[in-house]
């Protein structure tokens, strides 16, 4: 694994240990609607993001 896959891979892992409560989930969507579904977005967005990075370029 090169170094920047390692550190793509430690970025997810964080955000996956980050993003998993609850809680944080309840007080976006108590922000409103829309606030939680532009997040919720912007998550998906940049999951696809970093795993996409991950498994490199296509041949």
């Known amino acids: 694994m090169t170094t920047s896959r390692f550190s ?3 970025l ?3 955000f996956a240990t980050a993003l998993t409560s609850c ?3 309840g007080d976006i969507f108590k922000a409103g ?6 997040a919720v977005f912007l ?10 990075k ?6």
């Not at 609607?33 to 532009?38: D, E, M, N, P």
């Not at 998550?43 to 996409?52: D, E, P, T």
């Not at 991950?54 to 041949?59: C, K």
């Open 23 to 25: 809680e944080a989930i």
């Open 8 to 10: 793509l891979f430690l």
């Open 33 to 38: 609607a829309y606030t939680g579904i532009i």
């Open 12 to 14: 997810l892992c964080v």
């Open 54 to 59: 991950m498994r490199g370029p296509r041949s």
């Open 43 to 52: 998550v998906v967005a940049l999951l696809f993001f970093i795993v996409n």
